[in-house]
T-cell receptor, first 114, second 111 residues
Framework: NAGVMQNPRHLVRRRGQEARLRCSPM?????VYWYRQLPEEGLKFMVY????????ESGMPKERFSAEFPKEGPSILRIQQVVRGDSAAYFC????????????FGEGSRLTVL | EDQVTQSPEALRLQEGESSSLNCSYT??????LFWYRQDPGKGPEFLFT???AGEEKEKERLKATLTKKESFLHITAPKPEDSATYLC????????????FGAGTRLFVKA
C-alpha cells in the first residue's frame, strides 16, 4: 500500500513564476492537508480538503495561493507569482474518515525561489 | 496566541539517559493530542494519539501521557537512533479536523 506521494520533491522557480505541487493521498484516505515548514521551524497549517471541497483554508495566504482536491487525480497546491519568501518545504498529509486525527505525511516538496 | 508550545527547543542526552519532553496546549476543548517524529529531510511520522486526561500510550522506549493542560513524551534509556525532532499537535473539538502543530523539540542522543 503506497504511502502519500508528493511531487516534485524539489522545485526551483524564479520570482514571478508559478509553482504547482501535487499530492496523492494514501489509498482509501479522503482527507488531505497541506502544511508549510521553514528551516528549523514547525509545521504551519495551510489548508484542509476533502474530495472536491475545501473544508478549512484559514492558514492559506489570501493572495497567490490556492488548493484543490478534484474528484479524480491528486490534490494540487498552486502558488502564483512566487516570491523569495515562498521558499520552504511544503508537506502534504492524508487521513481516513474514521481516524481523521492520524495524519500520514509525504516526503515533502522543497520549493526554492531564485 | 500559540495554541501548542513545546519545551525544551532542543535536548541533548547521553545514551541511556532518560528524560521527558513537554507539550502544553491552550484550546477550548480537546478533540485529540498527537505526537509525531520527524527525521531531517523527511515528513513527520505518526506516533501516538491521546484523547483524555489520564490516558497513556507506549511504544518501545517512548511513553506519552496527557493531563488537562499538557502532555509529556517520556523517553526511557534512549539510543542514538531516537535522535529526531518530536512534534506535538492538537485538534480542537470545534475546529473540525484542523491539526495545529507545535514547533517541536530536537532530540540529540549521543552514544
Amino acid at each position: 500500500n503506497a504511502g502519500v506521494m508528493q511531487n516534485p520533491r524539489h522545485l526551483v522557480r524564479r520570482r514571478g513564476q508559478e509553482a504547482r505541487l501535487r499530492c496523492s493521498p494514501m489509498k482509501g484516505h479522503s482527507h488531505v492537508y497541506w502544511y508549510r515548514q521553514l528551516p528549523e521551524e514547525g509545521l504551519k497549517f495551510m489548508v484542509y480538503l476533502q474530495k472536491e471541497n475545501i473544508i478549512d483554508e484559514s492558514g492559506m495566504p489570501k493572495e497567490r495561493f490556492s488548493a484543490e482536491f478534484p474528484k479524480e487525480g491528486p490534490s494540487i497546491l498552486r502558488i502564483q507569482q512566487v516570491v523569495r519568501g515562498d521558499s520552504a518545504a511544503y508537506f502534504c498529509a492524508s487521513s481516513s474518515q474514521t481516524r481523521a486525527g492520524e495524519l500520514f505525511f509525504g516526503e515533502g516538496s522543497r520549493l526554492t525561489v531564485l | 496566541e500559540d495554541q501548542v508550545t513545546q519545551s525544551p527547543e532542543a535536548l541533548r542526552l547521553q545514551e541511556g539517559e532518560s528524560s521527558s519532553l513537554n507539550c502544553s496546549y491552550t484550546v477550548s476543548g480537546l478533540r485529540g493530542l498527537f505526537w509525531y517524529r520527524q527525521d531531517p529531510g523527511k515528513g513527520p511520522e505518526f506516533l501516538f494519539t491521546l484523547y483524555s486526561a489520564g490516558e497513556e500510550k507506549e511504544k518501545e522506549r517512548l511513553k506519552a501521557t496527557l493531563t488537562k493542560k499538557e502532555s509529556f513524551l517520556h523517553i526511557t534509556a534512549p539510543k542514538p537512533e531516537d535522535s529526531a525532532t518530536y512534534l506535538c499537535a492538537v485538534q480542537e473539538l470545534n475546529g473540525g479536523f484542523k491539526t495545529i502543530f507545535g514547533a517541536g523539540t530536537r532530540l540529540f542522543v549521543k552514544a
